[in-house]
């Protein structure tokens, strides 16, 4: 008789376990559902890829495929939550190109880069490109707008 209780108590002790496992499983799957999480910075930097190799090859810049028409056609976005600003700049020559697409949030984003506080997300990159035989400065500044659908 006592070797039939020793045995259900075990058996019991294992269920818990097993029932514990399970629900743990269950409030994370939830958790995970029903957060809410801001995804608007990997969107700027998936943005940012695209933009530059869409208009690079290895590190080359194609000076035709800086424009704003091209870059929304390799980007697929929509101007009116995103706004990119596009620049080459050199040591040579001030400004080269300026590529501007969306809704405005440039000072918003400049304002975000120097502190205050702003609900649009900004991404300001510098990438170093060759131009022809030259190289310069191609800084990226994207901001996104979207509220309602990625926060």
Known sequence: MAEVLGEDVILWI?????????????????????????V???EANAI??????????????D?????SANILKCTNIDPNEIYVNLTLTSKLRAKILNANIGYDLEVLCLAKLKGVKSDVECLNQIF????????VELVLLIGIKKFDKNI
């Open 128 to 135: 170093y490109v060759l131009l022809g035989d030259e190289r």
């Open 48 to 61: 940012s890829n695209r933009i530059i190799n869409c208009i690079s090859k290895q590190g080359i810049v």
């Open 63 to 67: 000076e035709s495929k800086v424009t």
């Open 40 to 42: 608007r910075a990997i």
């Open 14 to 38: 294992y269920r818990f376990i097993l029932i514990g496992i399970i629900s743990f499983g269950v409030i994370i799957i939830i958790n995970g559902y029903y957060s809410n999480q801001d």
